[in-house]
């Protein structure tokens, strides 16, 4: 089955450091998407990336579809406390409206800010 | 604006018990929902996935089953529960044409 490589698995970095973290695939894949989950809570949609080589800007994140379409990457500039969490990356292959959509998950890189 | 809502919170349940979770959504019309479980706090694991109304795809062989009585509405059920039941259960909604699930607040089973 399809599988998506999402490193590093934490970080500990301090407040105003710049993160970066990125998922790979052996598959091609026409979405991605960067999520957000804060202990306890379902996961929030942060960036979606529809284009090989787009590159989006949410704030202080920015995520890059990369060009082979078979992997991502998200940066986060200027990290503040509220930025902890789990950043999971998602892969989709296809839309079709008669299979609906269905993502692949990475295992999601752990983000500990320390002030 | 669209919501969606999951019950209950959190369930602690022995093993060989039954298990019955609901989802449901608001402001939007035949949504693609989903059911994913996520074991201790990381890799979410689709389960199920349903395109209508009595629709339901499985993602993978187990001990749950789920339901899709109403537009709505989704239900995840076990006869039994196991112990590796236990997890986090989330339920999400998109619409058809594009990709962009959004997520409950899910469901922390303990099986014991």
């Known amino acids: 089955g399809q599988q998506l490589n999402q490193s590093p698995q934490s970080m500990f970095i301090q407040e105003g450091e710049d993160v970066s973290m990125n998922c790979t695939s052996s598959s091609i894949f026409n979405t991605w998407l960067w999520y957000k989950q804060d202990p306890g809570e379902g996961p929030v949609l942060l960036i979606a990336l529809y284009k090989a080589g787009e590159l989006t800007s949410n704030g202080r994140l920015t995520a890059q579809f990369g060009i082979t379409r078979k992997d991502s990457f998200l940066n986060i500039s200027a990290s503040i406390p509220s930025d902890v969490g789990i950043y999971f990356c998602?892969?989709?292959?296809?839309?079709?409206?008669?299979?609906?959509?269905?993502?692949?998950f990475g295992e999601g890189t752990q983000l500990t800010v320390n002030p | 604006s669209q919501t969606i809502h999951q019950w209950p919170a959190t369930l602690v349940q022995p093993v060989g018990s039954p298990l019955s979770l609901e989802c449901t959504v608001e402001g939007t019309s035949n949504p693609n929902l989903y059911w994913y479980r996520q074991a201790a706090g990381r890799g979410l694991q689709l389960l199920f996935y349903s395109v209508g109304i009595g629709q339901i795809s499985s993602e993978v062989p187990q001990n749950l089953s789920a339901s899709r009585p109403q537009d709505r509405q989704f239900i995840l059920s076990s006869k039994k529960l196991l112990l590796s039941d236990s997890g986090f259960y989330l339920c999400?909604?998109?619409?058809?044409?594009?990709?962009?699930?959004?997520f409950g607040p899910g469901t922390r089973l303990t099986v014991l």
């Open positions: 999400a909604w998109s619409v058809s044409l594009r990709v962009r699930p959004f």
């Open positions: 998602a892969g989709q292959r296809g839309v079709r409206e008669t299979s609906g959509s269905r993502l692949t």
